[in-house]
């Protein structure tokens, strides 16, 4: 029976369930919480523990009913908002709209399909039940040496996957830390198991971060985080990708550059080369691996969220392969990208089918980051974590600092693993912070970074400004066209099913939407 959770505390039930839970489908997240656990007696041994970290990572890739985080919305959030790729009007289902025409302006216009809140916190809240059991010593087999070593990594992966939780709410409904320093207000920061009767009212940004912050490092300095986990699972260089990305997002360009440094340097990834990157998205490439610091594992089409997941609004509904084609590359990043008519980058994405091609003119619209295994999409593992962002973090903190040459360095090592024109590379006495950030459009497209690298710097997202540059752009409202994170909208609105339940919420709502 499919279940809709109102409150923060009502999403607490759903971890009984997930504690007893026994695979990584959609069901989890239906039946109701008598059928499972209680609470309190939910995990008992390392065996249960498995079965519940089993659970947070399958809250985090989402279901059929839960696609609020990375099943789908979270890629779309940082998308749609942005000026590289858009929803196809022309084509669409209208799956990916919402985020893109940018229509809402009450709470009630967040449902629990649209808002990225629910399943964010079944995560959070999945790690605090590992981590207050792990900490709790009252385990059966807590003396026993593999189960032992087993509570400590389990402990770690989800003091990681509570802190990416939190810092991704942090960064939809709270400002950028580069604002204000943190000082408007975040999310609900919940670290630990709430009680019924706790209704949480939002920390500042600052204290959001500053909680990330010690659950990253602490996870990372346990030393019980592996560095070759089975593939979906958090590993220590993923960890420190994050916490670099977490650095970079808060300003902190001196940690941000060591800790990409220290991934750069010791992680034993490296970067794809120019000839590997399009056949490397493949998740059964023998160089996929190379890049990929962390991402979401599918194995078949009940894993996830199936046909309204992120693969399946990318992929253009084709005679070989199914889906959506919700999402298509804009006009004017066609139009980037063709700069570089060596850029390997512009053959990750695909032309239409033949009956689209006057649309698009014959160009290559559908990003093919996520293709087709076993002739479908529903197949494709999810990317999360990359190799080439830690080195795009690092070029960008190098040269907030004032080093040119690392920053030069670090670009570089991406130019040229990107285009065979070397005239693209930079120098050290000509690379700009603006040719970094174009550089991360081109490199992250379609990954969820687009929106929240333009908030924090300040960057203006221009659509389009008229109809003469319109392109392929359906028609957007005045304000949807061209914005920057002064705009109200580049807020969500705290969803409204949690407001009616949270009166504390409701008095601390965004900015401009009514109730």
């Given at each position: 029976?499919?279940?809709?959770?109102?409150?923060?505390?009502?999403?607490?039930?759903?971890?009984?369930?997930?504690?007893?839970?026994?695979?990584?489908?959609?069901?989890?997240?239906?039946?109701?919480?008598?059928?499972?656990?209680?609470?309190?007696?939910?995990?008992?041994?390392?065996?249960?523990?498995?079965?519940?970290?089993?659970?947070?990572?399958?809250?985090?890739?989402?279901?059929?009913?839960?696609?609020?985080?990375?099943?789908?919305?979270?890629?779309?959030?940082?998308?749609?908002?942005?000026?590289?790729?858009?929803?196809?009007?022309?084509?669409?289902?209208?799956?990916?709209?919402?985020?893109?025409?940018?229509?809402?302006?009450?709470?009630?216009?967040?449902?629990?399909?649209?808002?990225?809140?629910?399943?964010?916190?079944?995560?959070?809240?999945?790690?605090?039940?590992?981590?207050?059991?792990?900490?709790?010593?009252?385990?059966?087999?807590?003396?026993?040496?593999?189960?032992?070593?087993?509570?400590?990594?389990?402990?770690?992966?989800?003091?990681?996957?509570?802190?990416?939780?939190?810092?991704?709410?942090?960064?939809?409904?709270?400002?950028?830390?580069?604002?204000?320093?943190?000082?408007?207000?975040?999310?609900?920061?919940?670290?630990?198991?709430?009680?019924?009767?706790?209704?949480?009212?939002?920390?500042?940004?600052?204290?959001?971060?500053?909680?990330?912050?010690?659950?990253?490092?602490?996870?990372?300095?346990?030393?019980?985080?592996?560095?070759?986990?089975?593939?979906?699972?958090?590993?220590?260089?993923?960890?420190?990708?994050?916490?670099?990305?977490?650095?970079?997002?808060?300003?902190?360009?001196?940690?941000?550059?060591?800790?990409?440094?220290?991934?750069?340097?010791?992680?034993?990834?490296?970067?794809?080369?120019?000839?590997?990157?399009?056949?490397?998205?493949?998740?059964?490439?023998?160089?996929?691996?190379?890049?990929?610091?962390?991402?979401?594992?599918?194995?078949?089409?009940?894993?996830?969220?199936?046909?309204?997941?992120?693969?399946?609004?990318?992929?253009?509904?084709?005679?070989?392969?199914?889906?959506?084609?919700?999402?298509?590359?804009?006009?004017?990043?066609?139009?980037?990208?063709?700069?570089?008519?060596?850029?390997?980058?512009?053959?990750?994405?695909?032309?239409?089918?033949?009956?689209?091609?006057?649309?698009?003119?014959?160009?290559?619209?559908?990003?093919?980051?996520?293709?087709?295994?076993?002739?479908?999409?529903?197949?494709?593992?999810i990317p999360i974590l990359r190799l080439s962002?830690?080195?795009?973090?690092?070029?960008?903190?190098?040269?907030?600092?004032?080093?040119?040459?690392?920053?030069?360095?670090?670009?570089?090592?991406?130019?040229?693993?990107?285009?065979?024109?070397?005239?693209?590379?930079?120098?050290?006495?000509?690379?700009?912070?603006?040719?970094?950030?174009?550089?991360?459009?081109?490199?992250?497209?379609?990954?969820?970074?687009?929106?929240?690298?333009?908030?924090?710097?300040?960057?203006?997202?221009?659509?389009?400004?008229?109809?003469?540059?319109?392109?392929?752009?359906?028609v957007l409202t005045t304000e949807a066209r061209?914005?920057?994170?002064?705009?109200?909208?580049?807020?969500?609105?705290?969803?409204?099913?949690?407001?009616?339940?949270?009166a504390n919420l409701k008095k601390q709502q965004?900015?401009?939407?009514?109730?």
């Amino acid at each position: 029976m499919k279940r809709t959770y109102k409150n923060i505390y009502s999403l607490v039930l759903a971890v009984g369930v997930m504690l007893s839970m026994v695979s990584c489908g959609d069901e989890f997240l239906e039946q109701r919480p008598s059928n499972g656990v209680l609470e309190n007696e939910a995990i008992k041994s390392s065996s249960d523990l498995s079965t519940a970290r089993t659970g947070m990572y399958a809250a985090l890739k989402g279901s059929s009913d839960f696609k609020d985080y990375y099943g789908a919305q979270m890629f779309l959030y940082g998308e749609m908002h942005g000026e590289d790729l858009q929803y196809n009007s022309k084509y669409g289902s209208n799956r990916a709209s919402f985020y893109y025409k940018m229509e809402y302006t009450t709470a009630s216009n967040f449902s629990t399909s649209t808002a990225i809140w629910q399943s964010p916190y079944i995560v959070i809240q999945t790690a605090n039940h590992i981590i207050e059991a792990v900490d709790g010593g009252k385990l059966t087999d807590k003396d026993d040496a593999d189960a032992k070593a087993l509570m400590g990594q389990v402990r770690a992966e989800a003091l990681v996957l509570r802190a990416m939780a939190t810092f991704d709410l942090t960064r939809i409904y709270g400002k950028p830390y580069t604002e204000d320093n943190g000082a408007s207000l975040g999310v609900p920061l919940v670290t630990n198991v709430i009680s019924a009767s706790e209704k949480p009212s939002r920390s500042t940004v600052a204290e959001c971060y500053a909680q990330v912050l010690k659950d990253l490092n602490e996870a990372i300095s346990s030393g019980n985080l592996a560095e070759n986990p089975e593939v979906g699972y958090m590993s220590l260089y993923a960890a420190k990708a994050l916490l670099s990305r977490v650095y970079l997002t808060k300003g902190d360009w001196a940690n941000a550059l060591s800790t990409a440094e220290d991934v750069i340097n010791n992680s034993g990834n490296k970067l794809w080369t120019a000839d590997e990157y399009v056949d490397a998205w493949k998740k059964d490439d023998k160089n996929h691996s190379n890049e990929m610091l962390f991402e979401l594992s599918v194995t078949n089409s009940t894993d996830w969220n199936d046909r309204e997941g992120i693969a399946y609004l990318y992929a253009e509904n084709r005679p070989d392969i199914a889906g959506y084609g919700d999402v298509c590359a804009t006009k004017s990043f066609v139009k980037l990208l063709a700069q570089d008519s060596l850029d390997v980058r512009a053959n990750v994405f695909l032309a239409p089918y033949s009956d689209k091609k006057e649309v698009f003119n014959g160009a290559k619209v559908y990003l093919n980051k996520m293709p087709a295994a076993n002739g479908d999409v529903r197949y494709a593992n999810i990317p999360i974590l990359r190799l080439s962002e830690v080195y795009l973090n690092a070029a960008e903190a190098a040269f907030r600092l004032g080093n040119t040459t690392k920053a030069a360095l670090y670009l570089n090592d991406i130019i040229k693993n990107r285009t065979s024109d070397a005239s693209k590379q930079v120098t050290a006495a000509d690379v700009t912070l603006e040719r970094i950030l174009l550089e991360r459009r081109k490199e992250l497209v379609g990954e969820g970074q687009r929106f929240f690298d333009a908030l924090r710097n300040n960057e203006t997202i221009t659509r389009y400004t008229n109809d003469a540059d319109r392109g392929w752009h359906d028609v957007l409202t005045t304000e949807a066209r061209s914005y920057n994170r002064d705009y109200y909208k580049a807020y969500a609105a705290i969803p409204g099913y949690e407001v009616d339940a949270n009166a504390n919420l409701k008095k601390q709502q965004n900015t401009g939407y009514s109730n």
